[in-house]
């Protein structure tokens, strides 16, 4: 099976260099019409380039079709109007990689307020913009396919990242909803947690390793989860070739009887309530609610009595 794009049209923030410029380079090779957004500067968000410009040169000389586009990810309005020129040049938008990202890395006790908000403001409310967009067309199309570009550092944690990680598990979480509220309209949303020697990192890995973890590596993780078969509701991560699934997961609710439910009753459960058996990964957050009501039916039976007081 071939995955095309043919007659699609994309937009990948942060294009101009890295992941995002390989993201953008594979859409058209397999037919699509790209926006290359990129406001350019260095990873912690400084300075100005044109980046994004010579992408679009490579698109077009491949024959391919591309438009730059210096839009920055936390102002809305250039964010709508983004958009709105895709559409206006060829009629639609029907894909969205969220990739623009910043770095402020330090430990949370020399962290400045501003570098924390600065962080989340671009990669969560970036791709929240971005998205924000774009909504309307792909409900009104009823297509569309959105990545959101998550972390290890969001999923698991990493020292001196408290801005990243949060921003990061933010945008699963974002994800997560999108997938609920975009289903009857054929919009699908998925994370990609991704492992890539780029800019942003490439003083984190030895050279060796820098060229293994190449960006296009990482690619066709990125392009299957927007492709037209996309699945939903993904977190994915990638990265040397290697591919692999993360899941938020809960494991069964252990339910305390009213003589137990104090602070010292928690305590002594704490074994049970924290013990990693019987995971499962919910679908909507509903099921941590029916999870619950699950547990109370085991211990006091479906009429709410103790199941001792049962004949």
């Not at 990129?38 to 491949?62: F, H, N, Q, W, Y």
């Not at 990739?99 to 908000?117: T, Y």
């Not at 969560?124 to 909504?135: D, E, P, R, V």
């Not at 030895?206 to 037209?228: G, I, K, Q, T, Y």
Request: proline share 3%; aromatic share 8%.
């Amino acid at each position: 099976m071939t995955v095309s794009f043919k007659d699609r049209v994309a937009i990948v923030t942060g294009a101009g260099g890295g992941l995002g410029k390989e993201y953008a380079l594979e859409l058209a090779r397999r037919g699509a019409k790209v926006v290359v957004n990129d406001l350019g500067g260095s990873r912690d968000g400084t300075g100005t380039s044109d980046a994004a410009a010579k992408v679009v040169e490579e698109i077009e000389k491949m024959g391919g079709e591309a438009i730059a586009n210096g839009a920055s990810v936390t102002e809305y309005d250039q964010m709508e109007k983004m958009v709105a020129d895709a559409k206006q040049k060829w009629g639609g938008v029907h894909v969205l990689i969220n990739n623009a990202g910043v770095l402020r890395d330090k430990s949370f006790a020399k962290m400045s307020p501003e570098d924390f908000e600065f962080v989340v403001r671009v990669h969560l409310l970036g791709s929240a913009y971005a998205t924000k967009a774009c909504w309307e067309t792909f409900r009104e199309q009823a297509y569309g396919r959105i990545l959101m570009t998550t972390s290890s550092t969001g999923l698991f944690g990493n020292f001196g990242q408290a801005n990243y990680g949060a921003a990061k598990l933010g945008l699963a979480g974002l994800t997560k909803t999108l997938h609920l509220e975009g289903a009857k309209y054929n919009i699908k949303c998925n994370s990609l947690s991704p492992v890539a020697g780029t800019r942003m990192t490439e003083d984190l890995f030895p050279p060796e390793a820098f060229a293994l973890f190449s960006p296009e590596n990482v690619a066709p993780a990125a392009l299957f989860l927007v492709s037209e078969d996309a699945p939903s509701n993904a977190i994915v991560g990638a990265g040397a070739g290697g591919f692999h699934s993360a899941w938020i997961t809960m494991n069964d609710a252990v339910w305390l009887k009213d003589e137990d439910r104090t602070v010292e009753g928690f305590a002594a459960n704490w074994d049970k309530i924290s013990e990693q058996s019987n995971l499962v990964a919910p679908q909507s957050g509903s099921e941590q609610s029916g999870a619950i009501l699950k547990a109370m039916q085991k211990v006091l039976g479906a009429d709410g009595a103790p199941s001792s007081a049962r004949g």
